[in-house]
Protein backbone atom coordinates (compact mmCIF):
# COMPACT_ATOMS: atom_id res chain seq x y z
CA UNK A 1 0.00 0.00 0.00
CA UNK A 2 1.02 3.43 -0.47
CA UNK A 3 2.38 5.54 2.19
CA UNK A 4 -0.28 8.72 3.28
CA UNK A 5 1.18 12.15 2.85
CA UNK A 6 1.90 14.41 5.96
CA UNK A 7 0.70 18.04 5.59
CA UNK A 8 1.50 20.39 8.22
CA UNK A 9 0.20 23.78 8.84
CA UNK A 10 2.43 26.21 10.52
CA UNK A 11 2.00 30.43 11.54
CA UNK A 12 0.94 32.34 14.19
CA UNK A 13 -2.45 32.50 16.43
CA UNK A 14 -5.48 33.60 14.68
CA UNK A 15 -4.44 33.37 10.96
CA UNK A 16 -7.20 30.83 10.18
CA UNK A 17 -5.18 27.70 9.74
CA UNK A 18 -7.23 25.66 12.10
CA UNK A 19 -10.29 26.29 9.61
CA UNK A 20 -8.48 25.74 6.66
CA UNK A 21 -7.13 22.15 8.16
CA UNK A 22 -10.59 21.28 9.21
CA UNK A 23 -11.76 22.35 5.39
CA UNK A 24 -8.87 20.38 4.06
CA UNK A 25 -9.69 17.14 5.73
CA UNK A 26 -12.95 17.07 4.58
CA UNK A 27 -12.31 18.06 1.01
CA UNK A 28 -9.44 15.16 1.19
CA UNK A 29 -12.25 12.46 2.65
CA UNK A 30 -14.82 13.07 0.11
CA UNK A 31 -12.09 12.56 -2.35
CA UNK A 32 -11.84 8.81 -1.61
CA UNK A 33 -8.78 10.25 0.61
CA UNK A 34 -8.42 8.19 3.97
CA UNK A 35 -7.52 11.29 5.89
CA UNK A 36 -6.69 11.86 9.61
CA UNK A 37 -6.82 15.19 11.13
CA UNK A 38 -4.83 16.24 14.29
CA UNK A 39 -3.08 18.84 16.19
CA UNK A 40 0.15 19.79 18.14
CA UNK A 41 0.59 20.07 21.02
CA UNK A 42 -1.65 17.05 21.17
CA UNK A 43 -3.60 14.33 18.94
CA UNK A 44 -2.78 11.21 21.42
CA UNK A 45 -4.45 10.93 24.98
CA UNK A 46 -0.80 11.39 26.56
CA UNK A 47 0.21 14.30 24.33
CA UNK A 48 -3.41 16.15 25.53
CA UNK A 49 -2.18 15.67 28.70
CA UNK A 50 0.88 17.75 28.32
CA UNK A 51 -0.92 20.17 26.28
CA UNK A 52 -3.08 21.12 29.34
CA UNK A 53 0.49 21.24 31.09
CA UNK A 54 2.19 23.65 28.61
CA UNK A 55 -0.85 25.92 27.56
CA UNK A 56 -2.58 26.46 31.05
CA UNK A 57 -0.92 28.48 33.39
CA UNK A 58 1.24 31.95 34.16
CA UNK A 59 3.66 33.24 31.57
CA UNK A 60 6.25 32.80 33.27
CA UNK A 61 5.53 29.01 34.78
CA UNK A 62 7.64 27.29 32.11
CA UNK A 63 11.42 28.31 30.85
CA UNK A 64 11.46 28.45 27.34
CA UNK A 65 13.74 25.01 27.49
CA UNK A 66 11.52 23.51 29.57
CA UNK A 67 8.57 24.24 27.45
CA UNK A 68 10.61 22.89 24.93
CA UNK A 69 11.62 19.35 26.31
CA UNK A 70 7.55 19.10 26.74
CA UNK A 71 6.52 20.32 23.31
CA UNK A 72 8.92 17.60 21.95
CA UNK A 73 7.93 14.65 24.55
CA UNK A 74 4.01 15.21 23.31
CA UNK A 75 5.38 15.33 19.81
CA UNK A 76 7.16 11.90 20.03
CA UNK A 77 3.76 10.14 21.65
CA UNK A 78 2.27 11.67 18.60
CA UNK A 79 4.20 10.67 15.95
CA UNK A 80 5.06 7.07 17.14
CA UNK A 81 1.43 6.25 18.18
CA UNK A 82 -0.46 8.26 16.00
CA UNK A 83 0.75 9.82 12.87
CA UNK A 84 3.90 7.10 11.50
CA UNK A 85 1.42 4.12 11.83
CA UNK A 86 -1.22 6.20 9.87
CA UNK A 87 0.68 6.90 7.03
CA UNK A 88 1.90 3.36 6.96
CA UNK A 89 -1.54 2.18 6.61
CA UNK A 90 -1.79 4.94 3.17
CA UNK A 91 -3.59 7.43 5.74
CA UNK A 92 -3.17 11.39 4.69
CA UNK A 93 -2.60 13.10 7.85
CA UNK A 94 -3.07 16.89 8.54
CA UNK A 95 -1.59 17.84 11.43
CA UNK A 96 -2.79 21.47 13.22
CA UNK A 97 1.50 22.22 13.98
CA UNK A 98 3.86 20.63 14.03
CA UNK A 99 7.93 20.92 14.77
CA UNK A 100 8.49 24.02 12.76
CA UNK A 101 6.41 25.85 15.81
CA UNK A 102 8.90 24.79 18.44
CA UNK A 103 11.10 26.41 16.13
CA UNK A 104 9.47 29.81 16.07
CA UNK A 105 7.93 29.46 19.12
CA UNK A 106 10.60 28.42 21.63
CA UNK A 107 13.93 28.84 19.35
CA UNK A 108 13.05 32.53 18.05
CA UNK A 109 10.25 33.81 19.83
CA UNK A 110 11.52 32.80 23.44
CA UNK A 111 15.36 32.91 22.39
CA UNK A 112 16.65 29.27 22.81
CA UNK A 113 18.72 29.68 19.58
CA UNK A 114 18.38 28.12 16.56
CA UNK A 115 21.21 25.45 17.04
CA UNK A 116 19.29 24.29 20.13
CA UNK A 117 16.34 23.72 18.81
CA UNK A 118 17.80 21.48 15.69
CA UNK A 119 19.71 20.09 18.23
CA UNK A 120 16.66 18.25 20.09
CA UNK A 121 14.71 18.10 16.61
CA UNK A 122 17.75 15.98 15.44
CA UNK A 123 18.25 13.80 18.22
CA UNK A 124 14.45 12.31 18.42
CA UNK A 125 12.85 12.62 15.26
CA UNK A 126 15.25 10.49 13.74
CA UNK A 127 14.48 12.03 9.98
CA UNK A 128 10.65 12.57 10.34
CA UNK A 129 9.81 15.77 8.35
CA UNK A 130 6.12 16.28 7.04
CA UNK A 131 6.32 15.86 3.62
CA UNK A 132 4.22 19.74 2.87
CA UNK A 133 4.35 22.58 5.01
CA UNK A 134 1.69 25.12 4.78
CA UNK A 135 2.30 28.51 6.41
CA UNK A 136 -0.31 31.02 6.80
CA UNK A 137 1.05 34.36 6.66
CA UNK A 138 -0.60 37.14 8.38
CA UNK A 139 0.24 40.63 9.90
CA UNK A 140 -0.32 39.66 13.96
CA UNK A 141 -2.56 43.21 14.20
CA UNK A 142 -5.38 41.68 12.07
CA UNK A 143 -4.64 38.12 13.53
CA UNK A 144 -5.07 39.32 17.03
CA UNK A 145 -8.39 41.36 16.18
CA UNK A 146 -9.33 37.64 14.88
CA UNK A 147 -8.34 36.10 17.87
CA UNK A 148 -10.35 38.52 20.51
CA UNK A 149 -13.58 38.47 18.25
CA UNK A 150 -13.18 35.04 19.11
CA UNK A 151 -13.97 35.42 22.67
CA UNK A 152 -12.69 32.37 23.66
CA UNK A 153 -10.11 32.37 26.71
CA UNK A 154 -6.21 33.12 25.90
CA UNK A 155 -3.53 30.72 26.14
CA UNK A 156 -0.32 31.80 27.34
CA UNK A 157 0.67 32.31 23.98
CA UNK A 158 -2.18 34.41 22.92
CA UNK A 159 -1.70 36.91 25.43
CA UNK A 160 1.71 37.49 24.62
CA UNK A 161 3.11 41.18 23.20
CA UNK A 162 2.56 42.13 19.86
CA UNK A 163 6.46 42.45 19.73
CA UNK A 164 6.55 38.27 20.60
CA UNK A 165 3.60 38.32 17.25
CA UNK A 166 6.05 39.97 15.21
CA UNK A 167 9.33 38.33 15.91
CA UNK A 168 6.94 34.72 15.30
CA UNK A 169 5.91 36.16 11.70
CA UNK A 170 9.63 37.00 10.73
CA UNK A 171 11.08 33.66 12.33
CA UNK A 172 8.17 31.92 10.29
CA UNK A 173 9.10 33.25 7.46
CA UNK A 174 12.51 32.52 7.60
CA UNK A 175 11.69 28.96 8.63
CA UNK A 176 10.19 28.52 5.20
CA UNK A 177 13.04 30.09 3.10
CA UNK A 178 15.34 28.16 4.76
CA UNK A 179 13.08 24.69 4.18
CA UNK A 180 11.97 25.88 0.34
CA UNK A 181 11.14 22.80 -1.07
CA UNK A 182 8.99 21.79 1.98
CA UNK A 183 6.97 24.82 2.28
CA UNK A 184 4.32 26.76 1.00
CA UNK A 185 3.36 30.14 1.88
CA UNK A 186 -0.25 31.53 1.76
CA UNK A 187 -1.45 35.17 2.17
CA UNK A 188 -3.70 34.48 5.01
CA UNK A 189 -5.48 37.77 4.58
CA UNK A 190 -7.80 37.07 2.04
CA UNK A 191 -11.12 35.41 2.16
CA UNK A 192 -11.48 32.02 3.34
CA UNK A 193 -12.82 31.14 0.38
CA UNK A 194 -9.65 32.03 -1.44
CA UNK A 195 -7.15 30.44 0.96
CA UNK A 196 -9.22 27.22 0.38
CA UNK A 197 -8.36 27.71 -2.96
CA UNK A 198 -5.07 28.32 -2.64
CA UNK A 199 -4.67 25.55 -0.53
CA UNK A 200 -5.91 23.20 -3.20
CA UNK A 201 -4.04 24.44 -5.71
CA UNK A 202 -0.97 23.97 -4.13
CA UNK A 203 -2.23 20.35 -3.52
CA UNK A 204 -2.73 20.08 -6.73
CA UNK A 205 0.76 21.27 -8.06
CA UNK A 206 2.33 18.75 -5.94
CA UNK A 207 0.34 15.72 -6.45
CA UNK A 208 -1.32 15.30 -10.12
CA UNK A 209 -3.85 12.88 -8.94
CA UNK A 210 -5.51 15.47 -6.50
CA UNK A 211 -4.97 17.98 -9.89
CA UNK A 212 -7.07 15.36 -11.90
CA UNK A 213 -9.89 14.82 -9.07
CA UNK A 214 -10.53 18.51 -9.14
CA UNK A 215 -10.61 18.82 -12.66
CA UNK A 216 -13.30 15.99 -12.91
CA UNK A 217 -15.21 18.26 -10.47
CA UNK A 218 -15.14 21.18 -12.00
CA UNK A 219 -16.15 19.42 -15.40
P1 LIG B 1 -3.56 26.63 20.14
O1 LIG B 1 -4.63 27.16 21.03
O2 LIG B 1 -3.78 25.35 19.42
O3 LIG B 1 -3.13 27.80 19.17
P2 LIG B 1 -3.32 27.98 17.62
O4 LIG B 1 -4.80 27.94 17.37
O5 LIG B 1 -2.71 29.29 17.36
O6 LIG B 1 -2.59 26.83 16.98
O7 LIG B 1 -2.26 26.53 21.04
C1 LIG B 1 -1.09 26.01 20.63
C2 LIG B 1 -0.02 26.94 21.15
O8 LIG B 1 1.18 26.22 21.40
C3 LIG B 1 0.31 28.04 20.18
O9 LIG B 1 0.34 29.26 20.86
C4 LIG B 1 1.69 27.71 19.72
C5 LIG B 1 2.27 26.91 20.84
N1 LIG B 1 3.28 25.92 20.41
C6 LIG B 1 4.62 26.09 20.75
O10 LIG B 1 4.96 27.07 21.41
N2 LIG B 1 5.53 25.17 20.35
C7 LIG B 1 5.19 24.06 19.65
O11 LIG B 1 6.06 23.23 19.31
C8 LIG B 1 3.80 23.89 19.31
C9 LIG B 1 3.37 22.68 18.52
C10 LIG B 1 2.89 24.84 19.70
Given at each position: ??R????T????E?????T?A??L?D?????????L????????????????????G???R????????????AR??H?E????P??E?G???????FA?S????????????K??????????????E????I?????P?????????????????????M?F?????????E???????RF????A??????????????L??????I??KL?D???
Amino acid sequence: MERGQFITFEGGEGTGKTTQAERLADTLNAMGYETLLTREPGGTFGAEAIRDLVLSGTQDRWSGMTELLLMYAARIDHVEKLIRPALERGVWVISDRFADSSMAYQGYARELGKERVKAVHMAVMDGFEPDLTILFDLDPVLAMKRVEMRGEDLSRFDSETMAFHNTLREAFAEIARENTPRFEVLDASASREAVETRILYFLAQRYPMISEKLLDETG
